[in-house]
Structure formats: C-alpha cells, structure tokens
C-alpha cells in the first residue's frame, strides 16, 4: 500500500477555527492589551495547528494565523489547513510575518507560552526579537485548552471506552503470583492494540509518564511525579511501570493507573484488584467505599459555576468522616495535595482540584477524578474515572462494566506471556 493509499486522522478547519476563536477569547479576558500569542511547545502548536510541526504558530489578535516550519513543510501542509512558511532563525520570525500581512506588534506585547519551553530557547527568542515586548501567555493557554470542544471530547470518549475495554480483559488474565512488570507488559500489549499512541505527555515539555502497576506496598512508594500511586518502578532512572522483582500476592491491592491517549487526547483511570480467594478486611472495604462515594459526589457537582477548591474541601472533609483524613491522598509529606485534574492533549491541563483553585468550572472542561487512600500493609487503594463537566454533572468517559467495589480476580491457572 503507498503513502498515497494511507489515511490520517486530523483536526479539520472548522475545528481550528473554534480553537483559534478560544484562545482570542482568553487572549481578551487575561491579556486585553496583548498583541497576540506566539506558541512555540509542541502541543501547543499541535492544539492551533493540527500538525506536531518542528516550528511554532503565530495567532495575532486579528488576522489569519501562521504556522512557521523548521523541515517537514510538505507534512505540515498535509496536516494543517494554516497558512506556511519556512524559517531557520528566530531572527527571521519579524520579516514572514510582515510578508504573510500579520506583522508582530511593537507597540504592544506578545504573548510566548513559557512554560511548554526551555530556558535557552526563551533566551534565544529574546535575543532576536529585539523590537518586540515578550510576555507571560501561559495563563491564556491554559485556560483556551481547559475547555473542549465536541471533537475533542469524541477522541477522549473513545480512548476511554478502548482504555475500560482493555483493563476488563486485564482482569481476565490477573492471577495472584504475577509480577508488576508482566502485568504491565501485558496491559501495554493490550493498548496497542486498542490503538493507544503509546506516549503520553505532561507539562513541563520532554517529560511522559507511562503510569504505575503497584503491587501491595509497592504503591506507597512515591516518586518524582506529583500523584498519590507510586511504585518501585522498573529503576531508579524509570520508577515508573512496574517492577519485576515485586509480586502480587493474595491479600494486596494490585492497583493499576496506565493513561490510554488515542490521537493525542488522553483518558485516565485507575482500577484496584483483589483476588476473591482472600477475604477482603473491613479496613480496606471502608477505604475503598469511602473512595468511590468521594468520586461518586464530586463527579454530581462538576457543573459550571462550582469552584475546584471548593470540591477538594468536600473531598477531604468526606475522608475525614471515613476516618481516613491522615491517608487521604497518600501518607506523608508527599501526600497528593489535589484530588483530580485537568486533561485533555496532558495528563496535566488546568485546573487542579485543589486549595486556592477558585476559578469556576466552565462546562465541557474533563477532569480525572482520583480519590486515593494510602492503606499499609495492603497498598493504596482508590478509583479514577475521566468526566466532562455539564450542566447536569459530571458525564463519564470511561466506566467500565466491572466499576464496583473492586474489580475482582478469581485464582487462575494459566501460563503467562
């Protein structure tokens, strides 16, 4: 089959349009003086362009936006419908715009998204833009991208039925003596072939998490990511994935959290197994019913108008009625200090469900949910489920037929690979 035969999904213009539209729209709210915004991160230029080009977008605050290429111009213009242009410097950023009829401004700032970038390259754009005011855009990015449209929220409501899909069938194949590694060998293999991109990115740029598989104590060990799981991990270079020295035994939580991402959007949930032949303690059936009522009644409240700081006090103050105020979120100084986030082209998007988050929820926003209990010896346990906040509450993009207390896992007898 030819390269003319082969088909790629791409975000078609109308849908540009609409994402163009947002970021102007925050642009006025934030940055009402702002000459424009100029987005060099990659999945910035990935959510304004359609295209992951090697280059950068200028979106002036009217006029038709601009994607400038360092190398695969011809792929750039498969993918994006934006009007193209090749540079090699920086410098020579001022001279296409003018030449395209959308010059950047000098008489009033632009706006860079510095924090999709490294330091050096912040540095170099400062130096070879010297007539123009750089400032801060990165609140407006936020906040554009914290709202999706109906052809986002298609992509992460099949990467959610694909992801639920693929965790069922892991439960099919679990049985006690299995190691993390394996099992999440296993669940990549089952990704893939669900159609999982097999990255997903987080902010700061150059960082993916491929998620956790903890097995019993495994997952009270925390990491460098800012989340309530950890592992042991596969090393001290990767403490992510599983490990192949840790086994799951009977009587420990076995707790997955591995995001699926499908055309770049992501859908994030954790499920928590238990093998039936164990009897289930009635510490670890408290925590992980306090968990699922924590999700239960913050997903009934994601509407428009509802403050995610307000939902992260609801959230603790239900754990502290469960007697779990000191394991909520994990235990420690390296406690979790937000109980769900924002996600959408990131694990990580705007906003955190958490202290001083008082910027009201906007309908159409998706949030993971992920309210986690930190139980020794056992593990930790909890839930997480992805939610598009509506006028009605929360509507969820990746339940599962097996969304109970836990999903369980009868002692099997099978070879494994």
């Not at 102007?24 to 987005?39: D, F, Q, T, V």
């Amino acid at each position: 089959m030819g390269l003319d035969e082969c088909s790629l999904v791409v975000a078609p213009k109308e849908e540009l349009r609409a994402r163009h539209a947002r970021l102007r729209e925050c642009m006025a709210r934030l940055a009402p003086n702002a000459g424009g915004l100029l987005l060099l991160g990659d999945v910035n230029v990935l959510y304004a362009s359609g295209t992951l080009a090697a280059g950068l977008v200028w979106l002036p605050r009217e006029g038709e936006p601009l994607l400038l290429a360092r190398r695969a111009l011809e792929r750039a213009g498969w993918e994006s419908p934006l009007l193209l242009a090749s540079y090699r410097s920086y410098g020579d950023l001022p001279g296409l715009c003018a030449e395209a009829g959308v010059p950047l401004p000098t008489d009033a700032p632009v706006l860079v998204d510095m924090a999709w970038m490294t330091w050096s390259a912040g540095q170099l754009l400062h130096a070879r833009l010297k007539d123009v005011t750089l400032a801060s855009g990165d609140a407006v990015v936020r906040l554009a991208r914290m709202v999706k449209t109906p052809w986002e929220i298609a992509r992460m409501t099949e990467a959610g039925r694909r992801q639920a899909s693929c965790l069922e069938e892991l439960g099919r194949w679990l049985h006690p003596g299995m190691r993390e590694d394996a099992v999440f060998r296993k669940l990549e293999l089952l990704y893939h072939k669900a159609g999982h991109d097999g990255l997903v990115r987080i902010t700061p740029p150059g960082r993916a998490v491929p998620g956790c598989v903890s097995a019993g104590a495994s997952g009270l060990l925390t990491t460098a990511f800012d989340g309530p799981l950890g592992t042991l991990g596969k090393s001290s270079a990767m403490p992510f994935g599983g490990n192949a020295s840790v086994v799951w035994k009977s009587g420990d939580v076995l707790a997955v959290d591995v995001p699926f991402a499908l055309q770049g959007y992501v859908a994030d949930r954790t499920q928590c197994f238990w093998d039936v032949a164990a009897p289930l303690p009635d510490e670890v059936r408290r925590a992980q019913e306090c968990c699922l009522a924590v999700e239960a009644a913050l997903a009934a409240r994601l509407f428009p108008g509802v403050t995610p700081a307000g939902l992260w006090d609801e959230a603790c103050a239900m754990a502290a009625s469960y007697g779990f105020a000191d394991n909520f979120m994990g235990a420690g100084p390296d406690r979790a200090r937000f109980v769900g986030h924002g996600i959408g082209l990131e694990m990580d998007e705007f906003p955190a469900l958490a202290r001083k988050f008082d910027m009201p929820l906007e309908e159409n926003t998706v949030i993971a949910l992920e309210p986690k209990i930190a139980l020794p010896p056992y593990g930790m346990v909890g839930v997480e489920h992805t939610f598009v906040v509506t006028p009605s509450g929360g509507l969820p993009l990746n339940e599962g037929k097996s969304d109970g207390l836990f999903m369980d896992v009868e002692s099997l007898t099978m070879m494994w690979f």
